[in-house]
C-alpha cells in the first residue's frame, strides 16, 4: 500500500522552507497530485496551522491513506479523489492549493483545469503554489530538464516541461497574480500566485 518516492525525500525540506513562509495563514490548503503522500505528511507536520488536504486520482488514494495512518496527524485529512478532467471537485473553497511535480504530467488542457478549478476555489489573496521544472523565453533550458522532457514526451507526448510565460498566462487569465518565482535544487523551481 504505502508507496515510496526518493525524490520527495530530497525535495520535501527545500519546499517546506518556501511554504512556510508563504502559507502564514491558518486554513485549508487542497494538494492536487498528492502522489505516494509523504509531502502530505511531512507538510501536515510542519505547518500544524493549516489542515492540509490530499487528493489525487483513485489509485493513488490507499498509499496516502497509508502514509496518513501511520503519521496519525489532526490536522491531515483523509485523501480525496480529484481527477482534474473530471468536472467537479471534492472541495468548494480553500486558502491555498498546492500541486507539485503534476503540471509536466497532465497535458496543458489539464494545466488548465488546474489553473482553473484553483481560481474558483481559492479565497481572495489565497495562493496557488506549484513546484517543478520549467523554461524560460530568456534562457536554455539546462541539460539535465532537456533529457527529463525527451523523457517524458516519449512516455507521453501530451506531458511535458512546461514554459514559465505559457503557465504564468494561464494565471493571469484566472485572475492569479504571480508572487513568486524561486530556483530550487536540481533545476527545479517553486512559483506561487495570489488570487486578486
Ligand atoms: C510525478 S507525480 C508527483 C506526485 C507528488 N506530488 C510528488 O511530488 O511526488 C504526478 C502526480 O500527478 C497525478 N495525476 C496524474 N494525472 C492526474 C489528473 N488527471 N488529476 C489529478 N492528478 C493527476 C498522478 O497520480 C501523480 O500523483
Not at 88 to 99: E, G, I, L, N, T
Not at 137 to 160: H, V, Y
Not at 161 to 170: K, M, Q, W
Request: hydrophobic share 40%; charged share 25%; net charge neutral.
Amino acid at each position: 500500500m504505502k508507496q515510496s518516492s526518493p525524490s520527495c525525500e530530497r525535495n520535501k525540506e527545500p519546499i517546506l522552507a518556501v511554504l512556510r513562509e508563504i502559507l502564514v495563514e491558518p486554513g485549508l490548503v487542497l494538494e492536487i497530485g498528492s502522489g505516494s503522500g509523504q509531502h502530505a505528511v511531512h507538510f501536515a507536520r510542519g505547518l500544524p496551522h493549516v489542515i492540509w488536504q490530499p487528493t489525487d486520482v483513485a489509485a493513488n488514494l490507499p498509499s496516502i491513506s497509508a502514509w496518513r495512518d501511520e503519521a496519525g496527524l489532526a490536522n491531515l485529512r483523509a485523501p480525496l479523489d480529484l481527477d482534474l478532467f473530471s468536472g467537479d471537485w471534492p472541495v468548494r473553497a480553500a486558502q491555498a492549493v498546492v500541486c507539485i511535480n503534476t503540471v509536466h504530467i497532465v497535458s496543458w488542457e489539464g494545466v488548465k483545469r488546474l489553473f482553473a478549478g484553483a481560481a474558483r476555489r481559492l479565497a481572495p489573496r489565497g495562493i496557488l503554489y506549484v513546484y517543478g521544472p520549467y523554461r524560460y523565453a530568456d534562457r536554455p533550458l539546462e541539460p539535465s530538464n532537456e533529457e527529463f522532457d525527451r523523457w517524458l514526451k516519449a512516455r507521453d507526448p501530451l506531458s511535458g516541461v512546461r514554459r514559465f510565460e505559457d503557465v504564468n498566462c494561464a494565471a493571469m487569465e484566472n485572475g492569479l497574480t504571480l508572487a513568486g518565482d524561486r530556483a530550487m535544487p536540481a533545476n527545479n523551481r517553486s512559483l506561487w500566485w495570489t488570487r486578486n
